[in-house]
Nanobody, 126 residues
Framework: QVQLVNSGGGSVEAGGSLRLSCTISGRNSAGYCMAWFRQAPGKEREAVASIDSDYSISYADSVKGRFTLSKDNAKNTLYLQMSSLKAEDTAMYYC????????????????????WGQGTQVTVSS
């Protein structure tokens, strides 16, 4: 059974930094496409960043230049380094994953992802 465990959220002032982690348990993360989504109160869930099985990374325009996505297959862990945080980054952040075999191309569509973490809250005060 695949489980995703999120950690690393918290409260920070605008301009600060946080790092989120997402660990896949029960599987080797190689071959999985993974992504971070976020959902603010009253808003739809939106993709933040995604990574293919070949390590190709995509970012939402709203976080380009501020967030950095990385994946360590040896630790089965996905990281999201968030810098220059803004109040509008406040949301519940979820990691997600799917696989179709050895290779996969990540998507910004939440419907593509079969596995989801429990979410971690990020609050940025202005």
């Amino acid at each position: 059974q695949v489980q995703l465990v999120n950690s690393g959220g918290g409260s920070v002032e605008a301009g600060g930094s946080l790092r989120l982690s997402c660990t896949i348990s029960g599987r080797n993360s190689a071959g999985y496409c993974m992504a971070w989504f976020r959902q603010a109160p009253g808003k739809e869930r939106e993709a933040v960043a995604s990574i293919d099985s070949d390590y190709s990374i995509s970012y939402a325009d709203s976080v380009k230049g501020r967030f950095t996505l990385s994946k360590d297959n040896a630790k089965n862990t996905l990281y999201l380094q968030m810098s220059s945080l803004k109040a509008e980054d406040t949301a519940m952040y979820y990691c997600a994953a799917f696989t179709i075999g050895r290779y996969c191309v990540a998507s910004f569509s939440a419907d593509e992802y079969a596995y989801w973490g429990q979410g971690t809250q990020v609050t940025v005060s202005s």
